[in-house]
């Protein structure tokens, strides 16, 4: 239908993002193409090493799922998007293909190996993350293209990972979030992806703060390995002042959650079960 309604023609998934687009003005499209009634579209399966999402998989459902908890991150992430109202619409399909800035599983998916499948006239194909979001509401899909499937390959045994986000309050965007994956071999981290949220146009690789973690022993000196990654974050950030808050206190609150799932990520990589929530103001 994309193809033969052309570019007037959007996408509508849950709505969440594109509904106060269309209310505001800013997105003023030709036609809807509504993907809520094809079936087969929303699942969460276990498949060769990989826990495989439906596009039109709902927030809530990605939250209420014993398998999206096996990977901690996907359950902390899910959980904390929003209110329960917005979880209940929003897709994590339709949350790549907007590509927000500030939107959260960008961000918790980047530290995580994850390919997003896409499907067009001409076929299938597979893009990975880092190469799908191109920069702040652009993605990689043709105009006739969408997103049917997110691919999150299971992290090997050992790892442990956590999605912190700082917000105002549930139902608005944070104002800064911060997703770790450690693969630790006993207390060694063999290796860390830190990736930081809201503080640019992208999802920002924290390279520095990985690179501060990798090889170290974390059980002999975590508070200062986590203070050395933090503060690495804290230049790696690129925010802006904004009404969510001015560029210097994202910066401190980037300090504060690196070194907060920092801590969580170790525990769970232990085998112990802790709840990461976020934080609200
Ligand atoms: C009050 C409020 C608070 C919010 N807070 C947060 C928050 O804290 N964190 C967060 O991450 N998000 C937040 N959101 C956004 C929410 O998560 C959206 O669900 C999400 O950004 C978009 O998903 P959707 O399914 O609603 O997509 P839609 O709004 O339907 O579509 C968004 C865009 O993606 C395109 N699209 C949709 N599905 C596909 C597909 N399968 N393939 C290709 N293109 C597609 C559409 O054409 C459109 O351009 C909030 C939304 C609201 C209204």
Sequence with gaps: MLGQLGGGAKLLAGGQSLIPLLKLRFANPEHLVDLNFISGTSFIKADGGALRFGAMTRHAEIENSALARTIPVLHDCAAGIADVQVRNRGTIGGSLAEADPSGDWANALITLDTTVHCLGPSGARAIHLKDFIKDAYTNALAHDELVSEVEVKMPPKGSGGAYLAFKRSASVYPSASVAVQLSMAGDVCQEAAIALGCVGLTAIRATDAEAAL??????????????????????AADPQDDMRG???????????????????????????QVDGTHLYA
């Design 214 to 235: 990798r090889g170290k022993n974390l059980s002999d000196n975590l508070h200062d390995q986590a203070i050395a990654a933090a503060e690495a974050a804290r230049a």
């Design 246 to 272: 001015s560029a210097e206190y994202k910066r401190q609150l980037v300090v504060a959650l690196v070194k907060r799932a920092i801590a969580i990520a170790v525990r769970r990589a232990r085998g112990e």
